[in-house]
């Protein structure tokens, strides 16, 4: 699987961006969809993920409420809706594939590249 994310961009506290995720095989909607991000000088942690049927999903603390992950397996699609942004969201979001999905960037073995969110005060 070969997973590729866009969408970030610089918008101001309290404002939204929709991050895309695109991947490429016929068997991604086997797979379940994490996004992480990392902060410069932070390591990389866990935003959310979503299992493979798209029924179940999960998110840390920090963004529950405010971010909703969602997919359409049909056009091998994951998204990010990021709501109420606050600075502290500012970080390169990955997204990654991985058999069950989990909390841990460990257990992801396909990773697109990153793409930046900026949140300015």
């Known amino acids: 699987v070969q997973l590729q994310a866009s969408g970030g961009g610089l918008v101001q506290a309290g404002g939204s961006l929709r991050l895309s995720c695109a991947a490429s095989?016929?068997?991604?909607?086997?797979?379940?969809v994490g996004w992480f991000r990392q902060a410069p000088g932070k390591e990389r942690e866990f935003v959310a993920s979503i299992a493979w049927s798209g029924i179940n999903a999960y998110y840390a603390d920090s963004v529950k409420g405010r971010f909703t992950i969602s997919r359409d397996n049909a056009k091998n699609m994951v998204y990010l809706q990021m709501n109420s942004l606050k600075p502290e969201d500012t970080a390169v979001y990955y997204c990654a594939a991985t058999n069950l999905a989990s909390m841990d960037e460990y257990d992801y073995h396909y990773w697109g590249q990153g793409t930046q969110v900026t949140v300015s005060s």
């Open positions: 095989g016929r068997t991604f909607s086997a797979y379940a």
